[in-house]
């Protein structure tokens, strides 16, 4: 993975001292609240509920085993001792004191971390796909893309003050796991043939996607976009929003409402233009030795020659059923010969999804140590990966996560959904998310139950801006507030992947006793309703919202 | 209000007039609108001349004055003046750069509203060499602001070599 060098590592040390001075004028009482805000928001620093947030950048969801232990020393001495990782592949801390927040962007920095344009209105974390490097069928390895994107989006000094904030996501793999066409860029790396059996990468660049109070589907402005080039569409992209995007209402202010109101064909007729005067410039082409610098740090690691079947793993799976539920459920393929994807789900039932406290990460970034090769991955789903796990060490792997009920088999199942904080933290939202999380997974709990229904995903957001992605849940759910009472809408059929949709509202809301009911009569009605092979959202694709809404809405 | 041009105090010349205004005989500022219908009146003064740009959300599309609408009075202005109308209004960071890069501007571009601390490095990286300041504002924090971040990864319309270059 990247490893900072002295360039890096300075401009965040310099970071971390300015912003420390600024925290200092703060509790002396030289800056007000209203000066700090829009610093503190540079820096990643929310005034939530009851307390600070910080939330911590891990960029293109990859960690290092050290890195994951400062994120548990972090949690234990300076927060209520566990951390909450967010749909963007950030890690969140709910409780820390402000004035201790300079010594931990300090011992962040000692692990080349930071909290960095995690929040305000400029270019935020850059986020990829969770198995970048380790799925076979990929273009190349995304990250590095998204490491120069990080590079040259971090301290941007034309797009630092943008009329709201800005997400940018990378993929290089037809199957889309990072929900690229929900950002406001999405990128996806792709081949051009240039004859003689020669190809060149680059990218097609969605734009204007999003969720919130207004969800759209980004639009495809480009179908190649040359690698030597994409700074500079990026900064016509970016330039073109900065210029235009709209700073007279909040909830108009994200480039998808730019996009919706000007037109997709205005939209790519301006980026061009731009584009053109940028490009001319020539200044943006990334030298070639400095591409090949950050692609060496992404290298393939040596794999080892193995087996393609494990014998020590076949014979653990027909021994142990839970283990063997696990295997099936949460591994997925490795490109190499005798590897495998290991997902650790944050899911547990009845937990909160995205949680994990200092011990838990503490094992985790020791199994990784021992067994991935250092290396950690967060996924937009709130869930871990261990990328480089040798199939015949699968069972090791699974007893540690065991000990610290990290090895629910429940990846892509119902008791795996999304949550935002909701009311239990946030200032925004109007209902709770993470009570209805849990209630849903006991609901559940049983996996053959679980495994009869099969892929199911639930995304539950506790307000309008859609921070648990509701829009794109198979079954989305929307809290919301009625004179002071927590109700919660259901949608159905969305999806965040490369068949991306937006969810169809079911109906009137349910309250928060209800709505579980409600969620099972919907798993009902899709059990009745599936043909063989179906998942939940290829039978509400195949049949519509009708059959669904009738059995929601039937009377007892 | 103060002025810091080209990391130094210094007096300023111009005047900011408004459209009805006689023409004094001295710099001026006039706005865009004055610049479009008395450009030939404007031009034939002996007397430097500036536009300002405004970037609050006017116009039908609520996106400010539009800079390449200067493009064929480049040749007679000596200061542009983008107006920073908030804190979080980031219009005039691109409409900087656009001067610079792609309009070849080379006359003063001159920051002014609400301009903060925090701002100054990252105009100056946009190619804004001069800025309305607070009475308070000393140069000592004017220079501290500028080098509080020392290098750069991107390019922009400075001389800091990028980082992502230069390894």
């Not at chain 1, 273009?139 to 800005?166: C, G, N």
């Not at chain 1, 069972?395 to 009920?405: E, G, H, I, P, R």
Request: with cysteine; net charge negative.
């Amino acid at each position: 993975m990247y490893r900072y060098d002295e360039f890096d590592q300075q401009l965040v040390n310099e970071r971390v001292a300015q912003f420390s001075g600024q925290v200092a004028r703060r509790i002396k009482g030289e800056l007000s609240e209203d000066a700090f805000k829009p610093l503190r928001l540079m820096n990643g620093l929310y005034l939530q509920l009851h307390a600070y947030m910080l939330r911590v950048a891990i960029p293109y969801g990859t960690l290092s085993a050290r890195q994951m232990r400062k994120l548990a020393h972090i949690a234990r001495t300076y927060d209520k001792g566990y951390g909450h990782f967010t749909t963007r592949q950030n890690i969140q801390y709910n409780w820390p004191k402000l004035a201790e927040i300079p010594d931990i962007l300090n011992e962040l920095a000692e692990v080349e971390m930071h909290a960095i344009q995690t929040s305000g209105n400029c270019i935020r974390n850059i986020t990829a796909d969770q198995y970048a490097g380790v799925i076979e069928g990929e273009v190349e390895d995304p990250r590095i893309t998204a490491e120069i994107m990080r590079q040259w989006s971090s301290f941007h000094p034309e797009f630092s003050y943008l009329p709201r904030k800005f997400k940018i996501a990378v993929t290089a793999h037809k199957n889309d796991r990072a929900a690229i066409r929900f950002h406001d860029i999405g990128l996806v790396a792709v081949k051009r043939d240039i004859g003689e059996k020669n190809y060149e990468i680059g990218y097609e660049v969605h734009v204007g996607g999003g969720l919130g109070r207004t969800p759209f589907i980004a639009k495809k402005i480009r179908d190649f976009v040359p690698k030597a080039q994409l700074l500079a569409y990026l900064e016509a992209i970016m330039r073109v929003y900065n210029m235009l995007g709209r700073r007279d209402n909040l909830f108009k202010a994200r480039i998808k409402i730019l996009v919706h109101e000007i037109g997709e064909d205005e939209m790519r007729r301006l980026v061009e233009a731009e584009f053109a005067h940028i490009d001319a410039a020539k200044i943006l082409a990334v030298p070639k030795q400095e591409l090949d610098r950050i692609g060496a740090y992404f290298a393939p690691p040596n794999y080892e020659s193995l087996p393609a079947e494990s014998d020590i793993l076949d014979k653990a799976r027909s021994t142990d059923k839970a283990f063997d539920h696990w295997v099936q459920t949460n591994i997925v393929d490795h490109k190499i010969k005798g590897y495998a994807i290991v997902n650790i789900s944050l899911k547990p039932i009845g937990g909160v999804p995205g949680d994990a406290n200092a011990e838990q990460m503490d094992a985790i970034a020791d199994i990784a140590s021992q067994y991935s090769l250092d290396e950690i991955r967060v996924t937009h789903e709130q869930n871990l990966v261990l990328p480089y796990v040798k199939k015949h060490d699968l069972k090791n792997v699974y007893d540690m996560l065991a000990a610290q009920n990290l090895a629910t088999p429940n990846l892509g199942l119902i008791s795996d959904s999304i949550a935002c904080p909701g009311l239990d933290y946030c200032e925004l939202a109007n209902a709770r998310s993470i009570p209805l999380a849990q209630e849903i997974s006991q609901r559940f709990a049983d996996l053959d139950r679980q495994y009869d229904i099969g892929e199911l995903k639930v995304k539950i957001s506790g307000c309008i801006n859609a921070c648990g992605h509701h829009h794109v849940g198979h079954i989305g759910i929307l809290g919301v507030d009625k004179k002071g009472t927590e109700f919660y809408q259901l949608s159905l059929g969305g999806a965040g992947d490369e068949t991306a949709s937006i969810g169809q509202i079911t109906g009137p809301a349910f309250t928060g006793d209800e709505i579980v009911d409600a969620v099972e009569k919907l798993v009902t009605s899709y059990i009745d309703l599936r043909q063989p092979g179906e998942r939940f959202l290829d039978t509400y694709r195949r049949v519509g919202l009708t059959p669904f809404k009738e059995q929601l809405y039937a009377p007892d | 209000m103060p002025l810091i041009k080209d990391k130094q105090f210094v007096d300023d010349p111009f005047t900011q007039i408004d459209d009805q205004a006689a023409l004094p005989d001295s710099p001026v500022i006039v706005s865009l609108a004055r610049l479009q219908t008395e450009a030939q009146t404007l031009a034939a003064r002996n007397q430097p001349l500036g536009v300002i740009i405004r970037a609050d959300n006017i116009g039908k599309t609520k996106a400010g004055e539009n800079v390449r609408d200067l493009t064929d009075y480049l040749p007679i202005l000596s200061l542009v003046a983008l107006e920073f109308p908030e804190f979080r209004n980031g219009r005039g960071f691109s409409a900087a750069r656009i001067l610079r890069d792609e309009l070849h501007f080379t006359g003063e571009i001159r920051a002014v509203g609400e301009v903060a601390f925090d701002q100054w490095a990252f105009m100056m990286r946009c190619g804004i060499n001069a800025f309305e300041v607070g009475a308070h504002v000393t140069l000592a924090q004017f220079s501290e602001a500028l080098g509080e971040l020392s290098k750069a990864y991107q390019p922009a319309c400075d001389d800091k070599k990028p980082i992502l270059w230069r390894r």
